[in-house]
């Protein structure tokens, strides 16, 4: 049962932005940190931001702070990861998660639920 349903992958060029969304069919999403990773071939899967279930806390790798945003809709049950300034190094398949809990997580190994996975190319 595939309960993240991510949209919004594609192929951009360099210093373009891309929104990616992912929707919910969680009950009481609000109780949900959910995040957001990515994984390159051959690499592993890596954190790249987070956000509470409140939506109050959020939290951005350093590695794309400033660059990404994460955000998150309770009423519409869906999520999003807004990047900006899109670069080669940042081709991936991204996947969206969620954990249940009240603040945020970093770690694959707290997430329970993971969406399919959106590959996202970026051409120099």
């Known amino acids: 049962q595939v309960l993240l349903y991510e949209a919004g992958g594609g192929s951009v060029p360099a210093g373009t932005s891309l929104t990616l969304s992912c929707a919910a069919s969680l009950d009481n999403f609000s109780r949900y940190a959910v995040g957001w990773f990515r994984q390159a071939p051959g690499k592993e899967r890596e954190f790249l931001a987070a956000i509470s279930g409140s939506n109050r806390d959020t939290y951005h790798a350093d590695s794309v702070k400033g660059r990404f945003a994460i955000s998150r809709d309770n009423a519409q049950a869906t999520m999003y990861l807004l990047m900006s300034s899109l670069r080669p190094e940042d081709t991936a398949t991204y996947y969206c998660?969620?954990?249940?809990?009240?603040?945020?997580?970093?770690?694959?190994?707290?997430?329970?639920?993971w969406g399919q996975g959106t590959q996202v190319i970026v051409s120099s």
């Open positions: 998660a969620a954990a249940r809990g009240s603040r945020y997580y970093t770690l694959p190994s707290e997430y329970q639920y």
